[in-house]
């Protein structure tokens, strides 16, 4: 028996029964007169299997019913677990939609826009392409690498839906062959483009990443996803998603580079969320690919931290000296509200 809030799923087995205590009859003379084993009875009686036409027709001769009559009972039996289970889908998705945040993906255009429960859960439903909205927290759906700053059970889902997106945008994105050696052959180009303006660099990035197999996309930010990239295979290619809220140059060139070092480490498509560690080797990676460790101490050494000195570094690492700023900030080598004016600024548009 199944049961939802409005729909109670009785199998014929239920009737069955009834029928053998009504004649005295035991299971075991019962699977006899049927020719059929115990077992199967049991689980026939249970709604375990399926009432066959054939074995209507066999509870016609033993027990007297017509073979219609067991038919249209396992049809209804059938119709009402589909119900239930449904109903019961429902009620689960009913909740996790009280963690999803419907309102800001509406506001972005992701969803249509509803006030009514269910509607936005058939939403949902179809925006992440699942029958049930629990589905998506399954390791096979999710496999993603990210850079985010917070955890919580509302910051994951704002994650889920915001990775969903981009892998929804990527989809329109044309890529050649994943080739992660060519990834690693262009950081240098890439690393470049940190001294240009993002209306220069973005296509000839995007461009660049493509042949690697490598498809970024930029999205909106989603509060509560304390979100700054997220990187992820989808087929046959590799999705990489930025935010675009306006932020720094150092904090975009770090993510971007963070997400790059999880695609050469092979953090991506692993089973379950990376780890802590992957995270760290992450940081690393970006940190020492924008500006190499020997570099940045021999810098730093001298302490000479001045406004000059730090573009002068900037310029021999052929790097924004904002990056530098950021890096000395965040290493406590000068104030985070030192050098402001060297630290630029972008305004992304998704």
């Not at 939802?4 to 029928?19: F, H, N, R």
């Not at 909106?220 to 809220?245: C, E, N, Q, W």
């Amino acid at each position: 028996m199944i049961r939802s809030k409005t729909v109670i799923a009785t199998p014929p087995g239920a009737t069955i029964k009834e029928q053998l205590i009504d004649r005295g009859m035991s299971q075991k003379e019962f699977a006899a007169r049927m020719d059929m084993s115990e077992k199967h009875i049991s689980r026939l009686i249970n709604g375990e299997v399926q009432l066959t036409p054939e074995v209507a027709l066999r509870l016609e001769m033993v027990l007297g019913l017509p073979a219609h009559f067991w038919s249209n009972l396992e049809s209804i039996y059938r119709e009402k677990v589909v119900r239930a289970q449904v109903e019961n889908r429902m009620d689960a998705d009913l909740e996790i939609i009280k963690k999803i945040p419907y309102n800001e993906m509406a506001k972005n255009g992701w969803v249509q826009e509803t006030r009514n429960s269910v509607e936005r859960v058939i939403n949902l439903r179809q925006f992440f392409e699942v029958v049930q909205l629990g589905i998506i927290n399954e390791p096979t759906i999710q496999g993603i690498a990210c850079r985010k700053l917070g955890d919580g059970e509302k910051s994951d889902y704002a994650l889920l839906a915001w990775a969903q997106k981009a892998k929804l945008e990527a989809r329109n994105i044309q890529t050649d062959a994943i080739n992660i050696k060519r990834l690693a052959d262009s950081l240098p180009d890439i690393r470049k483009m940190t001294r240009q303006n993002p209306e220069v660099f973005c296509t000839p990035l995007c461009d660049m990443l493509a042949a690697c197999g490598v498809a970024l996309v930029f999205l909106p930010h989603i509060g509560g996803s304390f979100l700054h990239g997220a990187t992820f295979y989808d087929g046959a290619k590799i999705v990489t998603g930025m935010t675009v809220r306006g932020k720094d140059a150092d904090r975009f060139w770090f993510s971007l580079f963070h997400e790059f070092g999880h695609i050469i480490l092979g953090h991506i498509g692993q089973s379950g969320e990376t780890t802590d560690e992957d995270e760290r080797n992450a940081d690393t990676f970006a940190r020492e690919t924008l500006i190499p460790q020997s570099e940045f101490d021999s810098f730093t050494k001298s302490k000479k931290f001045d406004k000059s000195s730090i573009v002068r570094f900037a310029e021999s690492e052929c790097i924004d000296p904002g990056i530098v700023v950021g890096r000395l900030q965040k290493e406590r080598y000068i104030p985070f509200s030192w050098y402001r004016e060297l630290k630029t600024k972008y305004v992304l548009t998704a």
